[in-house]
């Protein structure tokens, strides 16, 4: 069975420039979350969806950072204009329902801005 | 405040050993739990759960033990193997959100 697909898994750009990360979920799972993982923080949850809708973003650090779910079976994560302290491995995970049920995670996209 | 903490950032442990990493989460109110394994380069994996309403469950070569009174969680990996060299993330999911530990790193000696 496919697992969560995340597209690019490497990027490396200048800084000011935007950038945006792709995830396809497990088919049948309607929740998706975005996770940042650096040494520093750990595993941070930036924002969850709900059936294609936005549940929580209170993790999303500033207005640079969006995030959209335009059907069940994609979203994006932007970063308009990116900066240095946004390099970090970013993560994106489904599960059948927002609770008590495992989250399933992508193998990541790895940010570096210069 | 709501946190989970892992008592050992490194344990090593030698091949065919068993293996046990210590989480306590200071959160009373926390229900639901899982135990993830994390490679190098790839995402968070799902080893093993835990409902409030349970003190233990066991799967392959895992078990993972609940005691709500004392607020911790614990994960025994029997046999341990080289493959089983990763860092272990206890988690607990409230409200949707799931909040990771710093993680333990296990490393197998051959």
């Known amino acids: 069975d496919a697992g969560v697909i995340q597209s690019p898994r490497h990027e490396v750009t200048e800084m000011g420039q935007e950038v945006t990360l792709r995830c396809k979920p497990i088919s049948g799972h309607n929740s998706l979350f975005w996770y940042r993982q650096t040494m520093m923080r750990g595993l941070e949850l930036l924002i969850y969806f709900n059936n294609n809708v936005p549940i929580d973003d209170s993790g999303m650090p500033e207005d640079r950072f969006s995030a959209k779910m335009p059907n069940a079976s994609f979203s994006t994560l932007k970063i308009q204009p990116s900066e240095p302290r946004d390099s970090a491995v970013y993560f994106c995970?489904?599960?059948?329902?927002?609770?008590?049920?495992?989250?399933?995670f992508g193998d990541g996209t790895r940010l570096s801005i210069l | 405040g709501e946190s989970v903490g892992l008592h050992l950032p490194t344990l090593s442990v030698q091949e065919g050993d068993n293996s046990i990493i210590n989480c306590a989460y200071s959160n009373s109110a926390s229900d639901y739990f899982i135990w993830y394994k994390q490679e190098s380069g790839k995402g968070p994996q799902f080893i093993i759960d835990?409902?409030?309403?349970?003190d233990k469950r066991q799967g392959q070569r895992v078990t993972v033990l609940l005691n709500k009174t004392v607020k911790h969680l614990s994960l025994q990996i029997a046999a341990t193997q080289p493959g089983d060299s990763a860092v272990y993330f206890c988690?607990?999911?409230?409200?949707?959100?799931?909040?990771f530990g710093q993680g333990t790193e296990l490393s197998v000696k051959p």
């Open positions: 835990i409902r409030s309403n349970m």
């Open positions: 995970a489904s599960s059948v329902t927002a609770s008590n049920q495992p989250q399933h």
């Open positions: 988690t607990y999911n409230q409200g949707g959100k799931l909040i």
